[in-house]
């Protein structure tokens, strides 16, 4: 037993997977513009859209017949073994850690811009610090708040989109439509992906459902329809309200790109000294304090998991006996992420990220196929519509990504596949080769 407190009903999952994922429309997707442009944009968002779903009908397979904390690391394991299974949540780990540090730098430009002066920084170490304690409480507390956020960024969101939507032109979505030609829609593909990146977190609190078999099925399809539905609200109502480059540059003559979309474009549709527009940029902070304290949870999960199958210190398994909480991996992954932090670099950190969580995708839709064939009597309280179609466009799709983010970014793309390696050559070299077949057998 993981020690893991049953508590969350589809509600609070619904939160959860909404909540992981939501900063991606306040920030990030905007700096896929300048690569492709709103046509080349609006294309590489379509793509990313059918991997996602493709995507989630798999995986919420897979957390339904599998329902443990461990995510892809366990679904992988139990497909290829350990070793596999361990490079997979390496690849979560990636993707987790790193993700809220982006988003911590995020919310530190938004509060920033409301409140001139304000070190970007300090805001940014303060919010590791401040939910690393709310997740430490109990998980009843961090899911509740945690769905309260995401009510309030989701009412935030469309009432953004009855501000801008009605100032939408065609003109403006389209003034510079492919600035590098269709190729850029390739390049702006890891920035359409963090419209959706953190949905699979959901699988990370299989073991926390109250019912996981019903629950994670209904809290996976729900946030993704409502997650889609949101995409082409800020979509097309950011960029439709006054062009691409106000929701990209801050300064019209300078090359620096902003973390804030949402209240650039706002700020074309009503005056910066409008209380509209101050209640706008205060609420938006609601979306990122959502995702970041959301990716808490299933960061520390992850690691949970790994520490419990002692392929990681199994001090990082520990739950605390009365909170129910992995407190010992919540503390870790706080330190990695202030180390993080310091290296002040939010874009290199974006891809590295989308690259572990590409990974992740490829290697989940390869273990529902590779278990619908090894295993076909695991019980299954839901299977996959259109197998195999979805994990084979899932994979194929994941796919694309990565070679269009090796092309684009060469050096980021070797250090992540060198901490893919070193984790490979840790496995095998620290871990008794025992330990590694009991967990497969397991």
Known sequence: MSGLQ????????????????????????????????????????????????????????????????????????????????????????????????????????????????????????????????????????????????TIVAVIELCVFGAVALPHFTWAKFSADPLPHGWGGALAAMPFAIWFYLGIEGLANVAEEAREPQRDLRRGFFAAMATLVVLTAIVLFGAVGAAGWRAVVYEDPMSAVTSDSPLPLAISHVVSRESPFFLVLTGIGLVGLVASFHGILIAASRSILALGQARFLPAVLGRVHPTRGTPVVALLANLVVGLVALATGQTDQIIVISVLGALTLYVLAAASLIALRRAEPDLARPYRTPLYPAAPLVAITLALVCIGAMVKGHPYLALLYAGILAISWLGIVIFVPAERRRSFRSG
């Not at 429309?25 to 493709?54: C, K, Q, R, S």
């Open 6 to 149: 049953r508590t969350l009903g589809p509600i609070a999952i619904w939160g959860l997977g909404v909540g992981y994922v939501i900063s991606g429309m306040y920030f990030g997707w905007n700096l896929g513009l300048p690569e492709g442009g709103p046509y080349g944009l609006g294309v590489a968002t379509l793509a990313a859209t059918v991997l996602y779903i493709a995507f989630v009908l798999g995986y919420a397979e897979l957390s339904c017949a599998l329902p443990r904390a461990g995510g892809v690391f366990v679904y992988a394991g139990r497909a290829f073994g350990p070793t596999v299974g361990f490079v997979a949540g390496i690849a979560q780990l990636v993707e987790y850690v790193l993700a809220p540090v982006g988003i911590a730098f995020a919310i530190g430009g938004y509060v920033s811009l409301a409140v001139p002066g304000v070190p970007v920084m300090g805001v940014a170490v303060v919010t590791y610090f401040a939910f690393t304690l709310v997740n430490i409480l109990g998980v009843k507390l961090s899911a509740g708040f945690e769905l309260v956020l």
